[in-house]
């Protein structure tokens, strides 16, 4: 983006503080970042359902899709998260390399208000007639939305959170916030979609899915402008004022030396893959495991039941959401999200015996949401803090490039879950829909677990803190003289 216009006046952040203000954290991490994200909600759930009984619906013989729509639900995930994957890391380059007035995260937030709100509604362009103009269109949607637009704008909003502020507490409240709007977007797809299909899209109509979306484009559109205008990336602020560090520009090959010679980047990776997948595979089978697995009374249908469950998921995190900032601060992140895994686990296992029975899946299902809660709202507060280490390890910032990587993972779980999911048959087996809903991510838990009880990084927090004070008076001086 050029810098000239974003030199504009009107282009200035409205966060004028020096300290993280109450409307900062409403509309740039709370608000904003929901309305932006709204559309991804709506596709972790419901993309894959609306593309086998509505967009190519038409298809089916005796039940089952031909071999070539088969392939080409199964293979545009999985050779599209390759192309995610790239986008991500082209994103975490673009950013570390921005140098603007309105620092390096934000301006993207800008370009993106656009590119989110235009790839939403492409992809739910519905040509009429030939199942090739259809995968055409489908191609074209997802690969702009997934590959371009989702991992410019999910690297910047991620990359606010270590570039707002020095402070680590209040670092911890931003990633609750952000991850508050993450989850509640989720929420919104699973539950109030659901219920938006069944009243007024009059189940899976092509047309109406469009006009819904045309909607959602706009919401898009005015959030993410809305966050742009309430962020402010003070640390940026404060590395520019150091003519010795704006002039110096650290290369993507320093970078990868630095993140891959910690050892807490890469145990805190592996938590989030693991995390991140399972719970890919949970919200890609959820509404088929409501129609193949649960017993369900007659006359309601799947949406319904998967409104219930998602109920029943979100009112515990939304409890969760009030304690977990003071107990983090309390007892400490780690300990917090170990407690909560634990927690998960026995839910899991509740949820995976009750062999359908909609009373105890539903008791289970609140427990594993629950004791993910923890890990949810304090995982980018763990990767700031991560960033801050190595920072004062090796005194360079990685945030674009450890943000890229996170925002990978999180983008390419649901394409990588959705091509397995469809290519073992799940739309149509109750056996791989009971083990991606409930025991992909019981099992993932337990891993997350034991990788969590090694993560020691908040240890360092003051010495870091220290390290990067001292360095920052040592670089004013050798300014001054």
Known sequence: MGN???????FDSRAKKEKVTFSEMAFGYLIGPFGALLGSGVFTSFLNRYWTDCLFADTKVDGEFPLNITLFLTLLPLI????????????????????SKQGKARP??????????????????????????????????????YAVSFPLY???????????????????????????????????????????????????????????FLIIGVITFVCALLQYFNTRERVSEELSESEVDSSKQVSLKEQFLAICKDGYFWLIIVFY????????????????????????????????YTTILAVLGAVPMAVASIFCYPLSNKIGKKNLVLIGLGLGVVGGVIAGIANGNVI????????????????????????????????AKKGIRCDGLIMSIYSS???????????????????????????????????????????????????????????????????????DK
Not at 168 to 175: D, M, N, P, T
């Open 273 to 304: 893959l693991f995390f991140q997948v399972s719970g890919a595979f949970k919200n890609t089978s959820m509404v088929y495991f409501c129609d193949l697995v649960l017993n369900k009374a007659e006359g309601i249908t799947a949406e319904t």
């Open 360 to 391: 105890i899946v539903s008791i289970g299902v609140a427990l594993k949401c629950l004791g993910s809660s923890p890990a949810c709202y304090l995982i980018l507060a763990m990767i700031s803090d991560v960033i801050e280490h190595i920072e």
């Open 4 to 10: 000239k216009l974003l030199e504009n006046k009107f």
């Open 154 to 212: 999910n690297t910047a909003n991620s990359s606010l959170i270590p570039l707002s502020t020095r402070d680590g507490k209040k670092r911890s409240l931003l990633a609750s916030l952000a991850n508050i709007s993450h989850l509640g977007v989720m929420g919104f797809g699973q539950m109030v979609f659901g219920a938006i299909v069944i009243n007024f899209l009059i189940g899976y109509d092509g047309i109406k899915w469009m006009i819904a």
């Open 409 to 479: 993972i999180m983008v390419a779980a649901t394409p990588i879950a959705t091509g397995i999911f469809n290519a073992m048959g799940g739309s149509t087996s109750s056996l791989i829909s009971n083990v991606s809903y409930v025991w992909i991510e019981t099992i993932a838990y337990g891993v997350c677990f034991l990788v969590m009880l090694f993560f020691n990084v908040e240890k360092h927090s003051s010495e870091d803190k220290f390290i990067i004070e001292e360095r920052k008076l040592k670089k004013s001086k050798k300014v």
């Open 108 to 145: 993207w937030i800008l370009l993106t208000s656009i590119l989110l709100a235009v790839s939403s509604i492409v992809l739910f362009i519905c040509p009429i007639g030939s199942p090739i103009a259809k995968m055409i269109v489908t191609s074209i949607g997802y690969v702009l939305y």
């Open 80 to 99: 599209g998260t390759i192309l995610i994957v790239i986008g991500n890391l082209v994103a975490g380059r673009l950013i570390d390399k921005t140098k």
